[in-house]
C-alpha cells in the first residue's frame, strides 16, 4: 500500500530519539527507493524546534573552541563539535525534502541521499566519541544550523543558498584545519579520525554540489551569492580560508571565490 511521503517524513524530522529516528530513516528511504510513497503536495510543513532535548545549547560566540587536541576530553570535545554539525545537516536535509513541494523527484532524492550520507558520518563520530568515553549530548553545542533552518524556511532558493552551499561549504574550509589539528596528535585513533574527515570532505563536495544545482535552478537574476551573505550576515557563509578546489569541484567558479574573500575580508572577517 503506498504511503504519503510529506506526513511520514515529519514523524523523522522531529523523532527525538536519535536510535528510533535513524532505524525509521532507513525504512523510509528503502521504501522511498522502492516508490512506494505517493506525494501530497498540499500538505501543510510545519516549523518546530528538533534540536535533541538532551543538548545544552549556547550562542556560538559563547562556546570556547579547541586550540589543541592535549587529551582525551580535548579530542572529544572537538569530535563532538563536529558530530553536532553531522546530526544538525541530517535535520537539514530532512527538514529540505520534508519542506518544499511540488519539485521534481530528483530533488527529494537528492536530499534524501545527503541525509543518509549525514547519518553515517554522524555514527562514524559517535563510535569515535564511545571510544574516547563520551556520548554525544557530553558537552555544549551552539545553534547556529538551527538558527538558519528557521531562517530559511520559506524560501527554496535562501535555504539552497545559505544553508546547502553556504554553511555546508563553510565546512569544506574547516575540514583542513581539522585534519591539521589531528596530525599535531599520537592518538591511537587518529588514523581512524582522519579516514572519517576524509569521508566527510569528500561526501561533503557532492553535498554542495547538489545544493549549487538547486539554488541555480531556484534563483533570479537579480541576486548574487555575494548579495545573499550580505543579506544573511548573521551567518558567516565561507571560512577565514576557502578550499580553494574543494569550491571548484563543488559548482563556485573562480571569480565568484575572489568575490567571497573580499566580501568577508571587507567586513574584517
Known amino acids: 500500500m503506498n504511503k504519503e511521503f510529506f506526513r511520514n517524513l515529519e514523524n523523522i524530522l522531529y523523532e527525538q530519539d536519535l536510535k528510533l529516528k535513524f532505524e525509521t530513516f532507513f525504512d523510509f528511504y528503502d521504501d522511498f527507493k522502492r516508490e512506494l510513497f505517493i506525494f501530497d503536495h498540499e500538505y501543510k510543513a510545519v516549523l518546530k524546534d528538533n534540536i535533541h532535548p538532551n543538548l545544552s545549547v549556547k550562542k556560538p560566540m559563547k562556546i570556547r573552541r579547541v586550540s589543541k587536541i592535549n587529551s582525551n576530553e580535548a579530542l572529544a570535545k572537538m569530535l563532538h563539535s563536529i558530530a553536532h554539525i553531522e546530526y544538525s545537516a541530517i535535520n537539514l536535509a530532512l527538514d529540505s525534502s520534508y519542506r518544499f513541494h511540488g519539485l521534481d523527484l530528483s530533488f527529494y532524492r537528492d536530499f534524501l541521499k545527503i541525509a543518509d550520507d549525514e547519518i553515517k558520518h554522524f555514527k562514524l563520530l559517535q563510535r569515535a566519541l564511545r571510544e574516547l568515553g563520551f556520548e554525544y549530548g557530553d558537552f555544549v553545542v551552539h545553534d547556529n544550523l538551527e538558527a538558519a533552518l528557521k531562517a530559511t524556511a520559506n524560501s527554496l532558493k535562501y535555504r539552497m543558498s545559505v544553508v546547502h552551499r553556504g554553511l555546508e561549504a563553510r565546512g569544506l574550509d574547516a575540514n583542513p584545519f581539522v585534519v591539521k589539528k589531528?596530525?599535531?596528535?599520537?592518538?591511537?585513533?587518529?588514523?581512524?579520525?582522519?579516514?572519517?574527515?576524509?569521508?566527510?570532505l569528500e561526501d561533503e563536495i557532492t553535498h554542495v554540489s547538489m545544493g549549487d544545482i538547486w539554488w541555480k535552478a531556484s534563483k533570479d537574476e537579480k541576486e548574487s551569492f555575494i548579495q545573499i551573505?550580505?543579506?544573511?550576515?548573521?551567518?558567516?557563509?565561507?571560512?577565514?580560508?576557502l578550499?580553494?578546489?574543494?569550491?571548484?569541484?563543488?559548482?563556485?567558479d573562480e571569480d565568484e571565490l575572489k568575490e567571497l574573500e573580499s566580501f568577508y575580508h571587507n567586513r574584517g572577517f
Open 229 to 241: 551573505c550580505e543579506k544573511f550576515k548573521e551567518f558567516s557563509l565561507a571560512g577565514k580560508v
Open 243 to 252: 578550499n580553494t578546489e574543494a569550491r571548484l569541484k563543488a559548482g563556485f
Open 182 to 200: 589531528l596530525q599535531s596528535t599520537k592518538h591511537a585513533l587518529k588514523t581512524f579520525l582522519e579516514e572519517i574527515l576524509n569521508t566527510i
